[in-house]
T-cell receptor, first 114, second 114 residues
Framework: AQSVTQLGSHVSVSEGALVLLRCNYS??????LFWYVQYPNQGLQLLLK??????LVKGINGFEAEFKKSETSFHLTKPSAHMSDAAEYFC????????????FGAGTRLTVKP | KAGVTQTPRYLIKTRGQQVTLSCSPI?????VSWYQQTPGQGLQFLFE???????NKGNFPGRFSGRQFSNSRSEMNVSTLELGDSALYLC?????????????FGPGTRLTVT
């Protein structure tokens, strides 16, 4: 069964520092992977997705993620954190074609210190 | 295009009552999925509707049900509410006509059961 594990429930960085949020997947077939962001009292917004095309995926707000099959990882990075990046981030995987049963990681809360 | 809308945004119900939540997907999207988000269990998949048929179902009791109308709008019903049903209920829509697996989330309905 496909699933994702996010390492670190809380990550704190200083403004301007590198953001690295970790996600590992478990899948018996090539996965479709996503990163979503959730701001307080809001729904989830798609940051980026991996669907078997380029392994380095660029998303919105300066975020990117690299799919590494050898490490079964899909970590999210941003070179320079901004105060507005403070939010909760979710890594997710779907089970396949015609199946929108999306499985989420537990989430990582990102804090950005001034 | 207008985003996914959910009504109501906030709801307070008493244990034993039933509740109906509504979701209007993005125009042209035929898939609607429902998720429950709680601090303890995180984001959990409830079910997905596609062309008025339930296509996938998560591991929730039969008290949780849904339906989809011909215009793709969806409703979710929870009967005999329990305290543990207090959660943020998120609806997501997707266009499944191409190899695009993105789901677009609404702002959610926050249900409080007292």
């Amino acid at each position: 069964a496909q699933s994702v594990t996010q390492l670190g429930s809380h990550v704190s960085v200083s403004e301007g520092a590198l953001v690295l949020l970790r996600c590992n997947y478990s899948s018996s077939v090539p996965p479709y992977l996503f990163w979503y962001v959730q701001y307080p009292n809001q729904g989830l917004q798609l940051l980026l997705k991996y669907t078997s095309a380029a392994t380095l995926v660029k998303g919105i707000n300066g975020f990117e993620a690299e799919f590494k099959k050898s490490e079964t990882s899909f970590h999210l990075t941003k070179p320079s954190a901004h105060m507005s990046d403070a939010a909760e981030y979710f890594c997710a995987v779907i089970r396949g074609v015609n199946n929108n049963d999306m499985r989420f990681g537990a989430g990582t809360r990102l804090t950005v210190k001034p | 295009k207008a985003g996914v809308t959910q009504t109501p945004r906030y709801l307070i119900k008493t244990r034993g009552q039933q509740v109906t939540l509504s979701c209007s997907p993005i125009s042209g999207h035929r898939s609607v999925s429902w998720y429950q988000q709680t601090p303890g269990q995180g984001l959990q998949f409830l079910f997905e509707y596609f062309s008025e048929t339930q296509r996938n179902k998560g591991n929730f009791p039969g008290r949780f049900s849904g339906r989809q109308f011909s215009n793709s709008r969806s409703e979710m019903n929870v009967s005999t509410l329990e305290l543990g049903d207090s959660a943020l209920y998120l609806c997501a829509s997707a266009y499944t006509g191409t190899l695009s697996y993105e789901q677009y989330f609404g702002p959610g309905t926050r249900l409080t059961v007292t």
